[in-house]
């Protein structure tokens, strides 16, 4: 079992609707969660990042953990074009320095 | 704010060639330095990283290797390279080893 699983998509959605973006982990070491936009030919730009299990909300971005499940989500409200992207999970917390990454979703948002 | 540099964005070379591809962060000290290579499908792969000057750790035996001569400076060379290390190549750098990581705006190197 691979240590960080997330939904390869891809997700298409009519703008203004609701994302959710999930991710599974399995080793329960760790540090930090992180979500991260990649845009074509650019690199992984970190959007949030949660230490703990609950909510952490940024403007239209909403991050959430629970740790019982070992279930990682980001939520994008009233999503927009721009936020058309692959999103990345990632988790810290294991061996060398390694964040661990997920294989990434590509999101379109049409408008 | 910190701010990290990669570069060239894009570079095409023939098999057998050298490689230097050069990071440097701003902004910060003593951070630690990450390369990975991120293929289609496959996410991201940690290459090599650095915690420090002249200390570097290799993930994956390959035919690539990294120096840091510099606090805020990581590079990614190689003596002769093969078309399997055609790829999309990031630098990233972080405050300590678990916190999050911040990424360049990657290199693309295609072999012929």
């Known amino acids: 079992q691979k240590e960080v699983e997330q939904d390869p998509g891809p997700l298409s959605v009519p703008e203004g609707a609701i994302v959710s973006l999930n991710c599974t982990y399995s080793?329960?070491?760790?540090?930090?969660f992180m979500w991260y936009r990649q845009y074509s030919r650019k690199g992984p730009e970190l959007l949030m990042y949660?230490?703990?299990?609950g909510n952490k909300e940024d403007g239209r971005f909403t991050a959430q953990v629970d740790k019982s499940s070992k279930y990682i989500s980001l939520f994008i409200r009233d999503s927009q074009p721009s936020d058309s992207a692959t999103y990345l999970c990632?988790?810290?917390?294991?061996?060398?320095?390694?964040?661990?990454f997920g294989k990434g979703t590509l999101l379109t948002v049409n408008p | 704010s910190q701010t990290i540099h990669q570069w060239p964005a894009t570079l095409v070379q023939p098999v057998g060639s050298p490689l230097s591809l050069e990071c440097t962060v701003e902004?910060?000290?003593?951070?630690?330095l990450y390369w990975y290579r991120q293929a289609a499908g496959r996410g991201l792969q940690l290459l090599f990283y650095s915690v420090g000057i002249g200390q570097i750790s290799s993930e994956v035996p390959q035919n690539l290797s990294a120096s840091r001569p510099q606090d805020r400076q990581f590079i990614l060379s190689s003596k002769k390279l093969l078309l399997s290390d055609s790829g999309f190549y990031l630098c990233a750098w972080g405050k300590t080893r678990d916190q999050p990581q911040h990424f360049g705006d990657g290199t693309r190197l295609s072999i012929l």
């Open positions: 990632a988790k810290s917390g294991g061996s060398n320095y390694k964040l661990t």
């Open positions: 080793n329960s070491a760790f540090q930090y």
């Open positions: 902004g910060t000290s003593n951070p630690n």
């Open positions: 949660t230490y703990s299990s």
